[in-house]
């Protein structure tokens, strides 16, 4: 039997927990010392104090965040029961997503198996486990042999074998059209809830296509139809056939995204894609917090509250990493999603 009234209380309270707005402004102006004293009396105190006698500067704070990070979306899924647990837990595979193209990521780029732990933020004991394993090997190909048994290896391979160019994209764009591919056949459409819900994560695909479109076109990539993934509201063979980033826009036109696009973007002959991803991301920030507060026993509440950590984390990790290479402030919030 599912919790959705218990489950969502707690999203809730969690929610109100967070950091506001206005507090990156001021984290933005302080020094990293500052920024960990701050951090501190917040949720990540114990995290802190954990690795506080190893790590220092940047490295200690960002580790802190991951590992609350996984603390926090493990405690929502354990908050749930039933059906609901199942739909969370399933939602849940975008996290381990990320973690697998931030390992793959780290070995691609050369990075040290330590070095790697510091950036991924494993949800259960096996995940950690397997993690450290695959973090061990020396190419792409080694690594993912070491994800015996995870449903995305066989995934992993085909992209390898598939990819055109030395690349990680396209291992990381497959995971993604194989998640949303079986998210999209789990969600049932019983009441309005559902309906939501489904509606939610087309906007998600709808967002991820668009991403892959500027960003292969911005570098003068044509076609790969399967790097997009089906599902969505916006017709995925205009985005394919689209020549350039204008022309991904002219495809959008009369869409909430156009707009967003069009402020994020600036000059369309020189567009900044940082501005346009921060923008969607703005975009689906607004949407999940729209659909929590229209349907309040549901599902929703927990997703934007998971959604809202994911992002406090990832904007707080964005200041600090930008502090620590010496990023301008003008750089580091154009990073920073509110």
Partial sequence: ??????ASTRAKARRAKLL???????????????????????????DIDRH?????????????????????WGDLIGFCNGELK?????????????NLKALLRGIYQGMTADEISKIVSPLTEKDKEQYARVAEGKN??????????????????????????????PLEDALDVAYYDGLMKRIKTSNAADDAYKKFVKIEIDIANIKTAMRLRHRGVEGHPELF??????????LVAAQNVGEIMNGIEGTPYHE?????LGNI????????????EEYIAKESKRFSYLYPVSILPILDYLLRKQREVKNLRAIVRGKDLGLTKEIIEELVVT
């Fill in 1 to 6: 039997m599912s919790n959705q009234a218990y």
């Fill in 20 to 46: 506001p707005e206005e507090a990156y402004g001021q984290l933005m102006n302080m020094e990293l010392a500052e920024i960990a004293r701050y951090i501190q009396d917040l949720e990540y105190r114990k």
């Fill in 52 to 72: 506080g006698s190893t790590l220092r500067g940047a490295d200690l704070i960002e580790t802190a965040l991951m590992e609350n990070l996984s603390m926090s």
């Fill in 86 to 98: 199942k739909n969370v837990e399933a939602y849940a595979d975008k996290f381990r997503i990320e």
């Fill in 140 to 169: 792409l190909q080694e690594a993912i042999e070491q994800l015996e048994g995870d449903p995305y290896q066989s995934v992993l391979r085909e992209a390898l074998e598939k990819r055109k160019t030395d690349s990680m994209q």
């Fill in 229 to 238: 993934i089906d599902g969505g509201d916006i017709d995925v063979d205009a």
């Fill in 260 to 264: 967003y696009l069009e402020n994020g």
């Fill in 269 to 280: 002959e020189e567009p900044n894609l940082n501005g346009a991803v921060s923008a969607l």
